[in-house]
T-cell receptor, first 115, second 113 residues
Framework: EAGVVQSPRYKIIEKKQPVAFWCNPI?????LYWYRQNLGQGPELLIR????????DSQLPKDRFSAERLKGVDSTLKIQPAELGDSAVYLC?????????????FGQGTRLTVV | DQQVKQNSPSLSVQEGRISILNCDYT??????FLWYKKYPAEGPTFLIS?????DKNEDGRFTVFLNKSAKHLSLHIVPSQPGDSAVYFC????????????FGTGTQLKVEL
């Protein structure tokens, strides 16, 4: 079974430039998450999707971040414009249920460096 | 406000010995707890979980203990192996909360030969 796939693995951009990350969850997983992990910290949730609906985006900085999950499968997270403080690892995860307790499966992440 | 705390940033043990990783939480609403392991340049991988209705869950060399009154859980690895060297994250969630995980800051485990 293929795991959660993210691309790119690494991205270096100048501040004020836009950047986008892509995620393909595990087949059949309706719930998709985007987490951000700062250096030396644990991952923090940015947004959660149930199918194509964003059901929890309370932690997403909406002035510069946006996300979409068209057709309830793949998802894209965008930052525009990027700031130095956005440098982090962006992790996508998926789970089979957003209502029952079950583990989430994580992708390898995209390491973003803003210079 | 750090709701899940891992106060030991690092731990070093000898191969074959027991590794004990600790985690404390402050939110009494948390009722499901998970441990994830993370190797460099990889995403976290699920290791073991425990529901608040239990005080122990075991899976091979890994055992998680939960002390609800103390709001404390621990992960025991025995015997420890060099391949266990990784960062271990404790995470907590609330049933019905969409599996939103609140993570600790992680503990770097090093198993030495």
């Amino acid at each position: 079974e293929a795991g959660v796939v993210q691309s790119p693995r690494y991205k270096i951009i100048e501040k004020k430039q836009p950047v986008a990350f892509w995620c393909n969850p595990i087949s059949g997983h309706n719930t998709l998450y985007w987490y951000r992990q700062n250096l030396g910290q644990g991952p923090e949730l940015l947004i959660r999707y149930e199918n194509e609906e964003a059901v929890d985006d309370s932690q997403l900085p909406k002035d510069r971040f946006s996300a979409e999950r068209l057709k309830g499968v793949d998802s894209t997270l965008k930052i525009q414009p990027a700031e130095l403080g956005d440098s982090a690892v962006y992790l996508c995860a998926s789970s089979s249920s957003g209502t029952m307790n079950t583990e989430a499966f994580f992708g390898q992440g995209t390491r973003l460096t803003v210079v | 406000d750090q709701q899940v705390k891992q106060n030991s940033p690092s731990l070093s043990v000898q191969e074959g010995r027991i590794s004990i990783l600790n985690c404390d939480y402050t939110n009494s609403m948390f009722d499901y707890f998970l441990w994830y392991k993370k190797y460099p340049a990889e995403g976290p991988t699920f290791l073991i979980s425990i529901s608040s209705i239990k005080d122990k869950n075991e899976d091979g060399r890994f055992t998680v203990f939960l002390n609800k009154s103390a709001k404390h859980l621990s992960l025991h690895i025995v015997p420890s192996q060099p391949g266990d060297s990784a960062v271990y994250f404790c995470a907590a969630t609330i049933t019905g909360g969409g599996n939103k995980l609140t993570f600790g800051t992680g503990t770097q485990l090093k198993v030495e030969l």
